[in-house]
T-cell receptor, first 114, second 113 residues
């Protein structure tokens, strides 16, 4: 049972435009969400996160939006740059001290076209 | 230079052989995790440890074993019982205070000969 879903395996966006990556989750107990960026043959790097008490978190070119009623979050990258080409993983956690685990989606490969 | 070190970068295993993947951190993080990544799939949790001398099974622990004798080290052994060990293995760490955010090492690719 895939509790965190990224339904688009790939996305291509023109340089300078906005990239929107989507993620859906099924477990209503999830209350913390993260986005990771991964280059080939490297470990993922943490990008941005959001707690369920917020509906938006912004960090430079990256903004994450959370819609709890729809169990949906999205990552916006604007403007998109060639270095943004990577695989992006959405992850979710149930904050329960001593038992935190991350559940990852299957990833979306973003390609920025120069 | 702080960080998470995984060695080796590539590892070859013969049929029926146990192999051990190393993960070392000097971030003073309490929690450590092992994930496996297969093509087209997300990261799946193998084992995790919140504190020294304690660890728990993740979602796909069968065929794997771990130890946590030191805070800095969390080695993963892929045993001969793991029938499909070819994958990219990732180690991660987190602090107690921000345990939802995990930081990853560079990974080890395991290939079966």
């Amino acid at each position: 049972d895939q509790q965190v879903k990224q339904n688009s395996p790939s996305l291509s966006v023109q340089e300078g435009r906005i990239s929107i990556l989507n993620c859906d989750y099924t477990n209503s107990m999830f209350d913390y969400f993260l986005w990771y960026k991964k280059y080939p043959a490297e470990g993922p790097t943490f990008l941005i996160s959001i707690s369920s008490i917020k509906d938006k978190n912004e960090d430079g070119r990256f903004t994450v939006f959370l819609n709890k009623s729809a169990k949906h979050l999205s990552l916006h990258i604007v403007p998109s740059q060639p270095g943004d080409s990577a695989v992006y993983f959405c992850a979710a956690s149930k904050s329960n001290f001593g038992n935190e685990k991350l559940t990852f989606g299957t990833g979306t490969r973003l390609t920025i076209i120069p | 230079d702080g960080g998470i070190t995984q060695s080796p970068k590539y590892l070859f295993r013969k049929e029926g052989q146990n192999v051990t993947l190393s993960c070392e951190q000097n971030l003073n993080h309490d929690a450590m995790y092992w994930y496996r990544q297969d093509p087209g799939q997300g990261l799946r949790l193998i084992y995790y440890s919140q504190i020294v001398n304690d660890f728990q099974k993740g979602d796909i622990a069968e065929g794997y074993s771990v130890s946590r004798e030191k805070k800095e080290s969390f080695p993963l052994t892929v045993t001969s019982a793991q029938k499909n060990p070819t994958a990219f293995y990732l180690c991660a760490t987190s602090t107690r205070s921000t345990q939802e955010t995990q930081y990853f090492g560079p990974g080890t690719r395991l290939l079966v000969l």
